[in-house]
């Protein structure tokens, strides 16, 4: 059973490695990650979230509810064109237990391929709260919360929100 890592844990910190072969544990861990989402309301988990430190992900397209399961994603290209809205993780958790939030500043689109479960090379252009979501999870594979791009005094003050519940 997989357990939700939390802000502060190092494991967030960290780069993932990619994935070079499809097993039946990446799968089973890629379903664990679907259902742990859907039960915490999420949008998206990164594998290092759940302790693994390996280049996957799964998302949710809030609108049409299709859940992606990415391996190996990248993204191709990012547009110049900036968005800015209210970001918040499941690793990153106040003290009632929910995400805290803050606005971030993001590309509105990208273009991102990656590797689904049964092995097919898939491209997608996402804009709006998809890109938002995908850009947020592959930062994750990177060991890059959302905390990250707020300034100074504004992440001091959101982590004192964190902080309060250790």
């Known amino acids: 059973m997989l357990q939700m890592k939390l802000c502060g844990d ?3 910190r960290e780069k993932c490695e990619p ?3 499809i097993t039946p544990e990446v799968l089973d861990i890629l ?3 679907v259902n742990m989402m859907r039960d915490q309301n999420g949008v998206g988990l990164a594998a290092p979230q759940v302790g693994q430190l390996k280049r996957f ?3 949710m397209d809030p609108d049409s509810e299709k859940v992606f399961k990415m391996i190996n994603p ?5 547009s110049t064109d900036v968005c800015t809205m209210e970001e918040g993780c499941l690793s990153v958790l106040g003290n009632d237990d929910l995400p805290v ?3 971030v500043t993001r590309p509105q689109s ?3 391929e990656w590797t689904d479960e049964t ?3 898939m491209m997608a252009a996402m804009s709006g709260l998809p890109a938002r979501i995908i850009q947020h999870e592959t930062d994750h594979l990177d060991g890059i919360l959302f905390i990250d791009y707020l300034s100074p005094v504004r992440r001091e003050m959101l982590m004192r929100k964190v902080k309060k519940r250790k």
């Open 10 to 12: 190092l494991i967030l």
């Open 110 to 112: 990208v273009e991102v």
């Open 119 to 121: 092995g097919n090379h």
């Open 74 to 78: 990248k993204i191709l290209t990012r």
């Open 31 to 33: 379903d664990e990650m």
């Open 19 to 21: 994935i070079t072969e």
């Open 101 to 103: 939030y803050a606005n």
């Open 57 to 59: 992900l799964v998302m």
